[in-house]
């Protein structure tokens, strides 16, 4: 996609021969999450780098809660039944109901249906005793059924104000009739609150928000932000409204849990994470966002490879920076800075969250316009000791690398094709406010190279780009 489109929450779909991404619809720069209204993007099931831009295919002020578009809409799922496609979300996390949109192609336009409700007629999530509902998943089943999961757990900080509604937390789970709106029966318990977990599976990894569900082969896979808020998780079951058993971390935002990566190591700023799994050409891939701007309100979708082992489990998912492309990156060419995987401070990573100091750390960042469609991206104020990473590369005959910088920073550059390996290049600089291309030479690499540029000295720089030759 663009750098310049913020698509957090991602839900890959494939419907006929294409695989569509719904999501929620962030703003550059913005104030809160969810600002914009909801577009979607697709690309051919046999040619994932080619991305279409469906537009927009859903605005805020169509839901009759919202005529005025005051009121932003959460992460979205949608599942096509009987040829039609229902579009699920919540308004902001202060109306505990579910909305629903249909439409005649997975590419809308779609049109307020109505409120998930009982079939008393009472809109389900309206009264005291219901759960809280938020972000929820939609699965239609190979017989027919449809499922609608949806919950929300609190953290401890914002617990007392979440009790004063009096509503329950956890997942949720909801067999939906053949209208796609009335709830048949009572929800069901998927994912305790996490004041419960002790004795069961999910102990350390509780559920938080963005519920999402999947079925490969006999087996249902029950994706979940977790209460660590920064990894997806998931659970297992034979039933796809019962009977999960946790099984592990599909990817992290700061790569934590793996290889002994943790919280205080983390490979990149962390923030909340929302996405689900998809299979596309004989390959299972796991989309997620990240977080870039200094702050949570301007997240972008991120996708990542995964491996599925013959028991059924995943391999948790190494980010980086070949998304879709099915193999390390030509060890040729010009590439933006941006699609970097790695990126922290002389100090380390940080969580994005209220009261948490920023200044002084790099992050992703576009220029300005009137229109977010603008300015292309790039990475803002590396400083003394920052990292930015990138894997990977095939640097088998690569000799040269070019990095385009700009600011005020006095002092090296150096590269390295490990994160805590010895620099195989180092250049000296003096920046005066302009772009400047500093060129290193290396003595190549292997078929699959990370890449790595570590800045030192007094000020700072940008990083636009760099080519490889």
């Known amino acids: ?25 962030d703003k550059f720069g913005g104030s809160t999450w969810c600002e914009n209204d909801y577009v979607v993007w697709s690309a051919p099931v046999n040619d994932l780098t080619d991305w279409r831009f469906g537009g927009v295919i859903y605005r805020k002020n169509q ?29 902001d996390d202060m109306i505990s109901t579910t909305s629903v949109a249909v439409a005649d192609s997975p590419e809308g336009p779609f049109e307020y249906y109505g409120k998930v409700r009982y079939d008393s007629g009472v809109v389900a999530g309206s009264q005291e005793k219901d759960f809280y509902q938020f972000d929820p998943a939609v699965f ?92 997806l998780c998931y659970a297992t079951s034979k039933q796809p ?17 793996l290889d002994g990566v943790t919280e205080q190591t983390c490979r990149n700023y962390m923030g909340n994470n929302h996405g689900s799994l998809t299979f596309l050409g004989g390959k299972y891939y796991i989309f997620y966002h990240r977080q870039t701007n200094k702050h949570s309100f301007s997240r972008q979708a ?45 100090s380390g990573g940080v969580y994005y969250d209220e009261g948490v100091d920023l200044r002084g750390l790099p992050y992703f960042t576009q220029s300005g316009g009137d229109r977010e469609s603008d300015g292309d991206q790039y990475i803002a104020e590396l400083r003394d000791g920052a990292v930015v990473g990138y894997k990977y590369f095939d640097l ?42 500093i060129t ?10 990370a890449l790595y540029f570590r800045v030192f000295g007094e000020g700072y720089a940008d990083f636009l780009n760099f080519v490889l030759l």
């Open 302 to 346: 991120c996708a990542e490879e995964i491996i599925r082992l013959a028991d059924g489990t995943f391999k948790q998912a190494e980010m980086t920076s070949c998304g879709l492309n099915g193999k390390p990156l030509a060890g040729a060419g010009e590439y933006p800075a941006y699609i970097a995987c790695n990126l922290y401070s002389g």
């Open 140 to 231: 239609v089943d190979d017989d027919g059924c449809a499922y609608l999961y949806s919950g929300f757990e609190t953290r401890p900080v914002e617990q007392e104000a979440y009790d004063k509604r009096g509503q329950t937390y956890g997942l949720f789970c909801y067999r939906l009739a053949d209208d796609m709106l009335t709830v048949l029966g009572e929800p069901k318990l998927l994912i305790p609150n996490t004041r419960n977990l002790r004795g069961t599976s999910f102990e350390n990894h509780g559920f938080h928000e963005g519920s999402s569900m999947r079925k490969f082969g006999d087996t249902y896979y029950l994706i979940y932000s977790s209460q660590n808020r920064n990894e």
């Open 440 to 449: 290193l030479r290396i003595n190549g690499g292997t078929q699959k190279s």
């Open 241 to 257: 409204d019962g009977g999960f058993t946790y099984r592990g971390v599909l990817v992290s935002n700061g790569d934590v849990g």
């Open 396 to 437: 088998s005959d690569t000799r040269e690398i070019t990095l385009c910088l700009r600011g005020s920073l006095h002092g090296s550059v150096e590269i390295a094709t490990e994160e805590k390996g010895k620099a195989v290049a180092k250049a000296n600089i003096a920046l005066d406010g302009k772009a400047q291309k």
């Open 1 to 25: 996609m663009p750098s310049y489109e913020y698509i957090p929450d991602g839900e890959p779909h494939v419907f006929g021969n294409r695989v569509y991404v719904y999501g929620s619809h």
């Open 63 to 91: 839901d009759i809660e919202n005529p005025r578009g005051t009121r932003y809409m959460y992460a979205p799922d949608v599942a096509c039944k009987n040829g039609k496609y229902y579009l699920y979300y919540t308004l």
